[in-house]
């Protein structure tokens, strides 16, 4: 569901005033992207739609701190997403240095098992390859791919100029490329 930068404001007002079904469509529009970008972002994948929960909440409760002039509401929902995945790293950080983190996924043997195993297996290299960008890098391309935000988007939501946005966007495409051509050649 595509929404316009006006429709997205009167939600926004509309959420201000306490009305449910603004957050609703909200969630609607852009929930999709916000748990990408956080299954992406987050060092477990399967905390997404926690933080996705948790970015709504936040919205609903604070909407009344949304100031146009600053951006777009997608901007604003996604530096909640950002703030709430780094908070969420961080904190992992913690549960992994004292060992408790998840076990491994066991092993298939149906029929499909191999090309599954291969498709688990490429997109754990790109995925770990991401999680080796620099934090800017990586942020930006996340916010790109998995919540199609525009260069202006990203740039608002970092905190940055949309130039910076294209240079962290080129930089970041060429580091996965010549990773990712690395990690095919190794035998």
């Known amino acids: 569901?595509?929404?316009?930068?006006?429709?997205?404001?009167?939600?926004?007002?509309?959420?201000?005033?306490?009305?449910?079904?603004a957050l609703a469509s909200l969630i609607t529009i852009y929930g999709p992207g916000i748990r990408r970008y956080a299954a992406q972002a987050l060092n477990v994948a399967a905390d997404a739609e926690d933080v996705a929960q948790e970015v709504f909440l936040r919205a609903w409760k604070k909407a009344g701190s949304y100031d146009p002039s600053k951006g777009a509401v997608s901007t604003w929902l996604y530096r909640i997403a950002v703030n709430l995945c780094i908070d969420r790293n961080r904190r992992?950080?913690?549960?992994?240095?004292?060992?408790?983190?998840?076990?491994?996924?066991?092993?298939?043997?149906?029929?499909?098992?191999?090309a599954d195993l291969d498709a688990r297996q490429r997109l754990a290299r790109t995925q770990k390859a991401i999680a080796a960008?620099?934090?800017?890098?990586?942020?930006a391309i996340l916010l790109r791919v998995t919540g199609d935000l525009s260069s202006t988007e990203i740039a608002a939501t970092l905190g940055t100029s949309a130039g910076a946005v294209e240079q962290l966007l080129v930089r970041a495409r060429t580091t996965l490329r010549q990773a990712l051509e690395r990690e095919d050649e190794t035998p």
Do not use: I
């Open 1 to 21: 569901m595509s929404v316009t930068p006006a429709e997205a404001k009167e939600l926004m007002a509309a959420l201000v005033a306490g009305d449910r079904r």
């Open 92 to 114: 992992g950080g913690f549960r992994r240095f004292v060992g408790l983190e998840s076990a491994p996924e066991p092993e298939d043997d149906t029929p499909d098992a191999e």
């Open 133 to 139: 960008l620099p934090d800017r890098q990586r942020r």
